[in-house]
């Protein structure tokens, strides 16, 4: 089956700082979604980026099909934007299945 | 707007006893809709989906079954609840109409005892 790695495992940063996550996947796919899951456990989508790029506010994303890699930018991080990123990718045609990489855990200081 | 709505929030269960888990979608009709579970840890597996009422499909055996008896409600069951049955179980619909992208419940968080 397809896999889905992601990294760093996990991240601390000061508040301000820039970072990238990075999700490799290992064939080709449908589909590519980044959530971030917040401290109560909510799945918050971020985007949704099967190819090209994306920005919304500080962050942004790049998704290079051809060479099965993802990258989701985040800028001037705050405290809020601390939890898990996860990169999921979607197999199964009209199913729309997700797999899930293992996340990348955030910590940004003040 | 299309929401995700799951109940319980929370359940604390004794092994070997009963589940149930609702999960009902407003504002779309005929949508996919998954179960997964996410364990101690980061991961999020994929239990079953539906793509129209009474299909379900499997991905893993296990513990767990799954039914869809109205096009907007989404249930997870188990006869005998194990320790290993303990996570966090998330429904979620795809837009399939648009795009595949998916969105999720809030999540229920079984404790299994």
Redesign the interface.
Known sequence: GIQVEQSPPDLILQEGANSTLRCNFSDSV??L?W?HQNP????I?LF?IPSGTKQNGRLSATTVATERYSLLYISSSQTTDSG?Y?C?V?YGG???????G??T?LAVQP | SQTIHQWPATLVQPVGSPLSLECTVEGTSNPNLYWYRQAAGRGLQLLFYSVGIGQISSEVPQNLSASRPQDRQFILSSKKLLLSDSGFYLCARAQTEVTGELFFGEGSRLTVL
Do not use: P
Request: aromatic share 20%; net charge positive; charged share 5%.
């Open positions: 449908n589909n979604q959530f109560w456990g909510q799945l989508n949704y898990v996860f999921a979607g009209a199913t729309n299945k997700l797999i899930f293992t996340g855990l």
